[in-house]
């Protein structure tokens, strides 16, 4: 149980241009999930806090017009990074916890590539 | 906020031997402490975890100890194989949110 989906695996896109990944929680209900960014050989870092049908929390310095997270329903997030510039280049991975839980479990990661 | 730090960033240890990571962490209100290990390109996966109610949890090579006075945990690995090499990161919950603070990470290497 607790298996995590993200889609797609891994994207290419050009800079300026919006790519959206979805983290699904497969086998169970997800009242929170969490979006984190992991550079290489560091730890990482959580980029927003989102509760189903709530507004995203966003950590400091993640900024909220840039990252648009969605969270409509118990088995679904969405991030949308817009105007991806190269910097934006990352392993972006989220997380789903259930409700009264306190474990958190990931997906396997989206890496992008802006060129 | 909560602050954790992780020892070693890097672990070399032959097959067979233990590995010992370290971490501690700040905030006293801290109540929850999950171990990850991540394989390359791939997602943390959750190894094991504990609660500040226990002092100890035990399952099968791996173990974790708690130390709630001092605020560190450590995670042990115990008869190692190849197949342990990866990067492990300890975590802590902060006392509200159920947001989880990472340490920096331990590459571990167990050599055949």
């Known amino acids: 149980g607790a298996v995590v989906s993200q889609h797609p695996s891994w994207v290419i896109c050009k800079s300026g241009t919006s790519v959206k990944i979805e983290c699904r929680s497969l086998d169970f209900q997800a009242t929170t999930m969490f979006w984190y960014r992991q550079f290489p050989k560091q730890s990482l870092m959580l980029m927003a806090t989102?509760?189903?049908?709530?507004?995203?929390?966003?950590e400091q310095g993640v900024e909220k017009d840039k990252f648009l997270i969605n969270h409509a329903s118990l088995t679904l997030s969405t991030l949308t990074v817009t105007s991806a510039h190269p910097e934006d280049s990352s392993f972006y991975i989220c997380s789903a916890m259930g409700r009264n839980q306190e474990t958190q479990y990931f997906g396997p990661g989206t890496r992008l590539l802006v060129l | 906020g909560e602050n954790v730090e992780q020892h070693p960033s890097t672990l070399s240890v032959q097959e067979g031997d233990s590995a010992v990571i370290k971490c501690t962490y700040s905030?006293?209100?801290?109540?929850?402490f999950p171990w990850y290990k991540q394989e390359l390109g791939k997602g943390p996966q959750l190894i094991i975890d504990?609660?500040?109610?226990?002092g100890e949890k035990k399952d099968q090579r791996i173990a974790v100890t708690l130390n709630k006075t001092a605020k560190h945990f450590s995670l042990h690995i115990t008869e190692t194989q190849p197949e342990d090499s990866a990067v492990y990161f300890c975590?802590?919950?902060?006392?509200?949110?159920?947001?989880?603070?990472f340490g920096g990470g331990t590459r571990v290497l167990v050599k055949p």
């Open positions: 989102s509760n189903e049908g709530s507004k995203a929390t966003y």
């Open positions: 905030d006293s209100a801290s109540n929850y």
């Open positions: 504990i609660r500040s109610n226990v």
């Open positions: 975590a802590a919950t902060e006392a509200a949110g159920n947001k989880l603070t």
